[in-house]
């Protein structure tokens, strides 16, 4: 038996709650991933989990072996980083999760600079943004926006969200500009709804030193705030983003920037990384190269 393997794929299960599902993410049969962990329940001589046809419960004994197979995977994946040289010769796969609107329209449109930078290194990027268990779904890093739980990832903060409302041009000749945030209230607000929930975030902006949090309504809600962007560029309706990742259409007059006087910072964007002191080579490439896209333009280390 494959130790690590059969370790890998405890974490898996436990993570997904399901020997299916990481069967599918893993690809191979259920019944692999079963064999891997019955085996290694048999070589420790304890249960790891109690399952039925329902539900799937980590014992007390899991409960503390997992956390230990995590540590171990991580400790081994941080090594083998560690080990690469600096500079041009990082070499290697570099698995990178981040959000998708950040990966569509700052990540890909620049990835040729990055890789003519490193040319050694495969970057496979995911968009999945729903998970900050690097080692259970393997990946060497993460970008997450928002505050962070504590834990004993390696984090590196690579920029703020500065939040600015915008809309197609033919959208404003149409319903007109507004003057205050309380004046979209008379305006078609695309809605971004966080995954699993179906109220609409309240839009924040500046007013007199302080955050206002503003109640907006809209025909459009998504989940997504990639394609409320296309939206807002269909003349939809009006949407509130982050300054970078609409920098590109703004420039090309695709979308008009509004209530610039109210503009308020966001949540921070940080890069995680599996590790106790600090980020692999590969990984800190990647977060120096995000952290300028960021910065590009906006002198303010914002987005």
């Not at 540590?71 to 990082?90: F, N, S, W």
């Not at 004993?152 to 500065?162: D, M, P, Y």
């Not at 979308?255 to 800190?284: C, H, N, W, Y």
């Amino acid at each position: 038996m494959d130790r690590l393997q059969s370790m890998l794929y405890f974490v898996r299960v436990v993570t997904l709650k399901s020997f299916s599902r990481a069967a599918a993410e893993l690809g191979v049969s259920a019944a692999t991933v079963t064999t891997h962990v019955r085996q290694l329940e048999q070589a420790l001589g304890v249960r790891l989990l109690d399952r039925n046809t329902r539900s799937l419960k980590l014992t007390e004994a899991g409960a503390i072996y997992v956390e230990h197979c995590r540590q171990v995977l991580g400790d081994i994946r941080h090594m083998e980083t560690l080990l690469a040289p600096r500079g041009k010769a990082l070499r290697g796969v570099l698995r990178a999760d981040v959000p998708v609107v950040l990966g569509r329209r700052i990540i890909a449109p620049q990835l040729p600079a990055f890789l003519r930078r490193y040319p050694q290194i495969t970057l496979e990027l995911s968009m999945e943004n729903r998970s900050d268990d690097l080692i259970g779904r393997d990946w060497d890093c993460a970008i997450r926006i928002g505050e962070l739980p504590d834990s004993s990832l390696v984090a590196r903060r690579l920029g703020t969200v500065r939040w600015i409302t915008c809309a197609a041009p033919a959208y404003l000749e149409r319903a007109g500009e507004p003057r205050t945030p309380e004046d979209l209230l008379r305006h078609n607000c695309l809605g971004f709804m966080p995954v699993g929930e179906r109220t609409p975030v309240p839009w924040q902006f500046v007013r007199d030193g302080r955050t206002a949090h503003v109640a907006v309504r809209g025909n459009v809600l998504m989940d997504s705030l990639d394609p409320l962007l296309d939206a807002a560029v269909a003349g939809v309706g009006m949407v509130q983003v982050d300054a970078s990742t609409a920098r590109a259409l703004l420039a090309d007059h695709r979308l008009q920037r509004v209530l610039a006087d109210f503009e308020a910072d966001g949540p921070p964007i940080t890069l995680i990384a599996s590790g106790r002191r600090q980020m692999p080579p590969k990984v800190a490439a990647f977060g120096e190269f995000v952290a300028g896209l960021l910065t590009e333009g906006g002198g303010q280390g914002v987005l």
